[in-house]
């Protein structure tokens, strides 16, 4: 099955400093790729995805891209604010088996005024 | 248009009781999957469904976990004779169609304590 490896498992910034978070997959069929942000106690939610067939993304001051050959994608905030603090999750979805998200392990994010 | 609901939002249950988690989701949606969050860890997949077809339990423990989704009602994950490892938060979420870029949204989660 799937396997998906996040790093760093944590991640300490400087407000204003830009931060990256990596993923790396190891089925080749998969080719959906979301981000989640989810905070202290709340549901994770959808911050930006990129679907196979697009290198890269971007929206305000989130991007996202993806390497298919090397199996990796990898979230880029810039200009990091406070209220970015949270844990940030990748995830990789097989179109062909349709809904069974496999969940990189998370990167907990603290963006220090 | 109401977002993915569960309930009880916070469920208490003793080792050896039933616990009974619930997920409607958004309007529209007929895809349902579970995931379960033990504290601070990611998320693990359990089980996708389609109303009254299971498509996807290999996330599922094989031994006192059951979930469905009737034609009518919300979908139910149900834990029996609950074990203290069985505390965590489930989650919920929905999506609109099957196949390729399906966006899931999430429910607010159950957090299961079992004393």
């Known amino acids: 099955g799937e396997n998906v490896e996040q790093h760093p498992s944590t991640l300490s910034v400087q407000e204003g400093d830009s931060a990256v978070i990596k993923c790396t997959y190891s089925d080749s069929a998969s080719n959906y790729f979301p981000w989640y942000k989810q905070e202290l106690g709340k549901r994770p939610q959808l911050i930006i995805d990129?679907?196979?067939?697009?290198g890269e993304k971007k929206d305000q001051r989130i991007a996202v891209t993806l390497n298919k050959t090397a199996k990796h994608f990898s979230l880029h905030i810039t200009e990091t604010q406070p209220e970015d603090s949270a844990v940030y999750f990748c995830?990789?979805?097989?179109?062909?088996?349709?809904?069974?998200?496999?969940f990189g392990d998370g990167t907990t994010l603290t963006v220090k005024p | 248009n109401a977002g993915v609901m569960q309930n009880p939002r916070h469920l208490v249950r003793r080792r050896g009781q039933e616990a009974r988690l619930r997920c409607s989701p958004m309007?529209?949606?007929?895809?349902v999957y579970w995931y379960r969050q033990l504290p601070e860890e990611g998320l693990k997949f359990m089980v996708y469904l389609q109303k009254e077809n299971i498509i996807d339990e290999s996330g599922m423990p094989k031994e006192r976990f059951s979930a469905e989704f009737p034609k009518e009602g919300p979908s139910i994950l149900r834990i029996q004779q609950v074990v203290r490892g069985d505390s965590a938060a489930y989650f919920c979420a929905s999506s609109p169609t099957s196949g390729t870029y399906n966006e899931q949204f999430f429910g607010p989660g159950t957090r299961l304590t079992v004393l």
């Open positions: 995830a990789a979805v097989r179109g062909t088996n349709a809904g069974k998200s496999t």
């Open positions: 990129i679907r196979s067939n697009v």
């Open positions: 309007k529209g949606h007929s895809h």
